[in-house]
C-alpha cells in the first residue's frame, strides 16, 4: 500500500522494549534498524510523492528491506 509506514516498531511493536533495549545497547543493530527505517523513509517518499524511479529499481529498494527486516527479526528473536 502507498505510503504505509514499515519502520521496525510499526513492523514489531510487541518487541518495542527489546528493540529500544537493543537499539541503545548494541551497535550493529542499531545500524541494521537505521539502515531499514531509511530505505522505509525513502521508499515511502518516492511513493508519496510519485516521483519518477524505474519499477525495477522500486522492487529492488522493497527487496532490500524485506531482507533488512527479515535481518532484524532474527536478530530480536535471538535476543528476547
Not at 514499515?6 to 545497547?25: A, R
Not at 542499531?30 to 522500486?58: C, V, Y
Amino acid at each position: 500500500m502507498l505510503g504505509e509506514t514499515h519502520d521496525i516498531l510499526h513492523e514489531f511493536p510487541n518487541l518495542e522494549e527489546t528493540i529500544n533495549t537493543l537499539h541503545d545497547k548494541d551497535p550493529q543493530f542499531a545500524s541494521l534498524m537505521e539502515e531499514h527505517d531509511t530505505l522505509d523513509s525513502e521508499i515511502r517518499n518516492l511513493e508519496e510523492l510519485n516521483q519518477p524511479i524505474d519499477d525495477f529499481d522500486m522492487e529492488e529498494m522493497k527487496k532490500t528491506r524485506a531482507l533488512l527486516k527479515d535481518q532484524i527479526y532474527q536478530y530480536l528473536r535471538q535476543n528476547s
